[in-house]
C-alpha cells in the first residue's frame, strides 16, 4: 500500500514539474525578480513617445506655446520650428531640440520649457471587471490598474500577471507578491485562474 501511494506522489510531482516546465514559467520567473525591481519613471528620467502630449511654453511668444501630440512617427510640429523628434527624448532634451530648431529661425535668444501634460494611457484586460484603456500617472502599480479597472473578477488568477511593455513583442509573466511598475504603452493582462 506504501509502495502504490509513493508512485502516485511521485508521478503527480513529475505531472507538475513537467506542467511547469512546459508553461514557461520556469523561464519566466526570473523575468519576477529582475523587473519587479524597475524604477518607475520621474518626471525628469520619463522617456517621451507617440501619444503622449507636452505642454511646451515659450516665453514671449505666445503663438509658439501650446500643448502639443507626439504623433505615431515620434514627431510634434511646432510654429517656427518645424517637426521636431520628441519620441525617445526626455522633457530637457526637448527642450534643446526645440531652442536650437527657433534659434535658427526667427526667435532670437528662445527660452523653452517642456512637460508632459497628459502620458500616453496603458491598457488592462482580462479577468478584471472593467477592462479597457485607462490614463497613466507616475508611480502606477499593476495592482493600481486592476482597482483602477474595478477589481478582479472571481475567476482571476491573483497571484500573477501577463505584462507587455510599450514597444516590446512578448508578455512577461510576474508574481503580484512585489510591487509591480507600470510605464505608459503598457499592456497588462489578468489571466484566468484554473481551479
Do not use: C
Not at 130 to 155: M, N
Request: proline share 6%; no cysteine.
Amino acid at each position: 500500500m506504501q509502495r502504490r501511494s509513493t508512485r502516485a506522489v511521485g508521478f503527480f510531482l513529475l505531472l507538475a514539474l513537467t506542467m511547469f516546465a512546459a508553461s514557461g514559467l520556469a523561464s519566466r520567473s526570473v523575468a519576477w525578480a529582475q523587473h519587479a525591481s524597475l524604477p518607475a519613471p520621474t518626471a525628469s528620467t520619463y522617456v517621451l513617445g507617440p501619444n503622449d502630449r507636452v505642454r511646451v511654453k515659450v516665453y514671449g511668444e505666445p503663438d509658439i506655446t501650446g500643448e502639443y501630440e507626439i504623433d505615431s512617427t515620434g514627431h510634434i510640429s511646432v510654429p517656427l520650428a518645424g517637426r521636431i523628434r520628441a519620441e525617445g527624448l526626455t522633457t530637457r532634451q526637448l527642450e534643446s531640440a526645440i531652442t536650437s530648431a527657433l534659434a535658427k529661425g526667427i526667435v532670437r535668444d528662445p527660452r523653452v520649457n517642456v512637460e508632459v501634460a497628459l502620458y500616453r494611457p496603458y491598457y488592462i484586460l482580462g479577468e478584471v471587471k472593467k477592462g479597457g484603456e485607462y490614463p497613466y500617472r507616475l508611480g502606477l502599480t499593476v495592482l493600481d490598474a486592476v482597482a483602477s479597472a474595478g477589481g478582479f473578477t472571481y475567476r482571476a488568477n491573483e497571484n500573477k500577471v501577463y505584462l507587455r511593455r510599450a514597444g516590446a513583442g512578448t508578455e512577461e509573466v510576474y508574481s503580484l507578491d512585489a510591487p509591480i511598475p507600470v510605464f505608459p504603452g503598457d499592456n497588462i493582462r489578468i489571466p484566468e485562474r484554473w481551479f
